[in-house]
């Protein structure tokens, strides 16, 4: 059913790659997210929830710089451990804390690449501007409806994005205790389609509708991707999953492999919430980005 509109929504949808480290690790956390673009002046659209992630990254590495000039100025022994402490205190460093993320935009652009942010002021929408490149790696962009009467109860949806990250093409580097880039390991993550129905339309604190409900969750790393029809018509971007408590809680004894065990567990129903086609379209115009209609 979605088989052609997959392909479609594929020549302009593309990954955000992300790696992250807390404090005190060294373990490293790959991330995926998700963006498509509208146009060929290098706009772009993903979830506000999204950019805020990433936008941080430039002055989290420079805090996390301070932090590892003034501790090198410690020396070592026990005056050094009691400033080590000290200098957590300060920067407010402890176990849990991100102290590194480094972003990839895969696929968009050659050449040196530049992106502005523009948060929209209260919806979980953003756009993004892609300067300074050299060649767009996007020539086909999405088409949204132009009447949005047609987004009802029932209609078959498909989003696309980049969940489950298999990219491994990163490292941490000991000596500057800092995680970066290689050029070695795999450097692309799958993209998966996820379909459903619409269910309910979504109304925000003044009763404007903002989004709508499918009945399917939409899974870490589609976030930002497009929700489209079988046309590859595009209704609504992927923003958040809630989860919907069934109140069929079980509490029963079964038999495992021959023994009897003891199920306890309660049942939610999780959906998916997609910012609307309108609410789209309206953030859209006002900063003066064009984009395809019907």
Not at 206 to 232: I, K, N, V
């Amino acid at each position: 059913m979605f088989v052609d509109a997959i392909e479609k929504a594929a020549a302009f949808t593309r990954s955000i790659h992300m790696i992250s480290r807390n404090f005190g690790s060294e373990s490293i956390q790959p991330h995926a997210a998700t963006l498509f673009f509208v146009n060929a002046d290098g706009w772009a659209l993903t979830c506000a929830h999204v950019a805020r992630t990433f936008r941080s990254s430039q002055q989290m590495k420079a805090k996390y710089d301070s932090f590892k000039q003034e501790l090198a100025a410690a020396g070592t022994g026990h005056r050094a451990d009691r400033f080590r402490r000290d200098l957590e205190r300060k920067y407010e460093y402890s176990e849990g804390v991100q102290v590194e993320l480094h972003v990839r935009f895969m696929g968009c652009a050659t050449g040196p690449l530049t992106v502005d942010i523009h948060p929209h002021p209260s919806a979980d929408i953003a756009l993004l501007k892609f300067n300074s490149f050299d060649r767009l790696l996007v020539d086909s962009f999405p088409v949204f409806p132009k009447d949005t009467q047609g987004l009802k109860q029932g209609l078959s949806l498909c989003r696309l994005g980049f969940p489950f990250p298999e990219f491994n093409n990163f490292l941490y580097d000991k000596d500057q205790d800092s995680i970066h880039w290689t050029e070695t390991g795999r450097a692309a993550s799958p993209r998966f389609p996820l379909d459903g129905m619409v269910t309910r339309h979504l109304l925000d604190s003044s009763g404007e509708m903002f989004g709508f409900e499918m009945s399917t969750p939409g899974l870490r790393g589609q976030s930002g991707g497009p929700a489209f029809d079988s046309a590859g018509k595009v209704w609504g971007m992927q923003s958040a999953t809630r989860h919907l408590d069934l109140d069929f809680d079980v509490d029963v004894e079964v038999l495992r492999q021959g023994i009897p065990q003891r199920v306890k567990e309660s049942a939610f129903l999780h959906v998916g919430q997609c910012v609307h086609a309108d609410a789209l379209k309206s953030f859209m115009t006002k900063n003066n980005v064009e984009f395809q209609e019907e």
